[in-house]
């Protein structure tokens, strides 16, 4: 079965400032990878995944993450985050060819204006 | 995108009685289905899978018997929580997935309802 590791559970920074959160996975095979985003009393949303090909991944808000296979990570980052970007960040792992998806712990960023 | 909704968004009943939950697939066919639940402050947990037509998957530690799981139609999976107790009161998440039949590109990823608050006294 698959782990996700996520570290700094919870992250404040000002307006501008660069973000980079960190994912780690447990798995032997190949991998789909996601985050999702949870805005305060929101539902999870798709930032962003990735399945195969480019491991450089752009999403949505400015945001991107890079698949690196041989240290087992799928980072977020943003380069200059906004008070909107306030949420709770989840980077989620499943085998490919199986749907089931395992949860890291979340981030907690708070940006500060 | 997919848009899954969840009826009700919150609820409140008395320790032993059962509640139903709704996860609707609004714009897209449903053939998987996901069951998560979500501890404050804490991860999302998956629960059990939901195939259309067939019996779901529970992970392990829960309750088969305790949590029922219909997916009687390709747009709906059903939560119900029997002989509720104050240590199920917590947040339910579904999700869907799609064979990408009426809508590609929705294969393999997860699309979230809102959620339920389910809070037993």
């Known amino acids: 079965a698959q782990s996700v590791s996520q570290h700094n559970h919870h992250v404040i920074l000002s307006e501008a400032a660069s973000l980079e959160l960190g994912c780690n996975y447990s798995y032997g095979g190949t991998v789909n990878l996601f985050w999702y985003v949870q805005y305060p009393g929101q539902h999870l949303q798709l930032l962003l995944k990735?399945?195969?090909?480019?491991?450089l991944v752009k999403g949505i808000k400015g945001f991107e993450a890079e698949f690196i296979k041989s240290k087992f990570s799928f980072n977020l980052r943003k380069p200059s985050v906004q008070w909107s970007d306030t949420a709770e960040y989840f980077c989620a792992v499943s085998a490919r060819g199986n749907n089931r998806l395992a949860f890291g712990k979340g981030n907690q960023v708070v940006v500060i204006p | 995108g997919a848009v899954v909704s969840q009826h009700p968004s919150w609820v409140i009943c008395k320790s032993g009685t059962s509640v139903k939950i709704e996860c609707r697939s609004l714009d897209f066919q449903a053939t998987t289905m996901f069951w998560y639940r979500q501890f404050p402050k804490q991860s999302l947990m998956l629960m059990a899978t939901?195939?259309?037509?067939?019996?779901?998957?529970?992970e392990q530690g829960v309750e088969k018997d305790k949590f029922l799981i219909n997916h009687a139609s390709l747009t709906l999976s059903t939560l119900t929580v029997t002989s509720a107790h104050p240590e199920d009161s917590s947040f339910y998440i579904c999700s869907a997935t799609s064979s990408g039949g009426r809508r590609a590109g929705v294969t393999d990823t997860q699309y979230f309802g809102p959620g339920t608050r389910l809070t037993v006294l």
């Open positions: 990735y399945f195969s090909g480019d491991p």
């Open positions: 939901s195939n259309e037509g067939s019996k779901a998957t529970y």
